[in-house]
């Protein structure tokens, strides 16, 4: 029913005895009290809240068990800023007023910074392809897309 | 929501130590999980309740690309990111590599692999149709040792319904070698961009030294009834040119008069047959300029 894992979340190791139903995003805000990371959809993956970054790549943390995570190094949120100096990416969502309610823009983040790593010169088109698994019910994107443009071309 | 009570999460580093842990359980109660991109959310809507998973993110000999003389070979948990981005899929294969790079949103690309898609065989899904269009097959093996390669037609069955037994890993996914002039492509068409497709049309297509087609596959999925191949449309592509833009037209006409489609909450039934005539003419076409190096 339990099993003990080792998950290394920004750099510090959690290591518990957790259910083996237990997710990964439940793991990252329940016992590493990490409460960056939303739970919007809860079940459906689709919302993209609860987008971290395992061993550097954007995944769903719903959609994982904590015990998949076993071993991994996850990046959450509060990973991100660096000596209380927020990211570039960061930088540029407050700078274009990219969030309202905020509730998603973790997720987005998260999502986002790996995207840059991977494609760090894209086109709009990509930007908007890049965010289909988030939703955000504020913005209408439109500033998400323009900071994250905008995140790019201040990396060049 | 969350997943019911599981007894035991085991993380096997090779097939074998995947089948034994598997044979320690009952048929059905141990699941095998890839990439978890469907099966997690079945298990959370508690459509499953596995008493066992079984993660098979360790096992090396499952992941990968590889092509030799006799063909392409793709390890069951070979990440759709991956697969969207493989070279030695394009052309011939480029079905496959077409169908990956619109799956879900990247985060599922990250994590979703072509082997759980085929074993999970969801009605609304890119990889079953795409395979069954391409023709590739599946290498199983079970926890007795026995092996056995079955064709896409043989191994998707209807909706979740597939010729794997509970006891038996899908290993890898293999294509033969392509002729020189061989080309493929998938389209979907969803309510949104990269979501579910409502149908979602796989063509594979080879060019005689004319020109010609001199082979054909046409494959739909989204159907109420699991994917399936429109043969009369791929009978009727024989001999035909891709310039012969009525031919291709009249080929796309019968796949979508042939095929039983379902009207749901997503689209009527004749919606669909528009969507298979539409889709189908598109990938006709462009299997056919890549078969011919365009």
Known sequence: MNKTVKITINGEVFEQSVPVRMLLSDFIREVASLTGTHIGCTYEGVCGACTVQVDGEAVKSCLMLASQADGHNVTTIEGLAKDGKLSPLQQAFNDHHALQCGFCTPGILMNMDEFLKVNPNPTDDEIRTGLVGNLCRCTGYAHIIDAVRDAAKRAR | ????????????????????????????????????????????????????????????????????????????????????????????????????????????????????????????????????GVGSSMELISASGKKRTLVADEFIKGPLDTA????????ATTLPAAPSKAGSAYKKWG??????????????????????????????G??????????????????????????????????????ETQSDLWADSAYRKNLIRSLGGEMIALASKRAAGQ
Request: proline share 3%; charged share 25%.
């Open chain 2, 1 to 132: 929501m969350y997943p019911a009570v599981i007894e035991d999460y085991q993380r096997p580093a090779s097939i074998d130590e995947a089948l034994k842990a598997a044979a320690r359980y009952d048929a059905g109660e141990a699941l095998f999980l890839a990439g978890g991109q469907s099966l997690m959310q079945a298990m959370k809507s508690r459509l499953v309740r596995p008493r066992c998973v079984i993660d098979l993110q360790a096992v090396k000999d499952l992941k990968g690309v590889s092509a030799s003389g006799a063909g392409v070979r793709i390890g069951a948990m070979t990440r759709y990111v991956e697969i969207a981005k493989e070279a030695k899929l394009k052309g011939a294969y480029g079905a496959l590599g077409d169908a990956a790079a619109h799956v879900g949103d990247r985060q599922v690309r990250n994590r979703g692999t072509i082997g759980g898609s085929l074993c999970w065989n969801y009605l609304a899904a890119c990889m079953p149709a795409a395979n069954l």
């Open chain 2, 164 to 171: 794997r037994t509970d006891d038996e890993v899908l290993v």
């Open chain 2, 191 to 220: 309510l949104v961009t990269d979501a579910l497709p409502v149908i979602g049309v796989a063509v594979y297509v080879e060019l005689d030294g004319g020109g010609a087609i001199s082979k054909a596959r046409f494959a739909v």
């Open chain 2, 222 to 259: 989204g159907l109420a009834t699991g994917p399936k191949r429109a043969k009369g449309a791929e009978a009727a592509l024989i001999g035909k040119k891709a310039s012969d833009a009525a031919a291709i037209a009249a080929a796309a006409e019968k796949a979508s008069a042939e095929l």
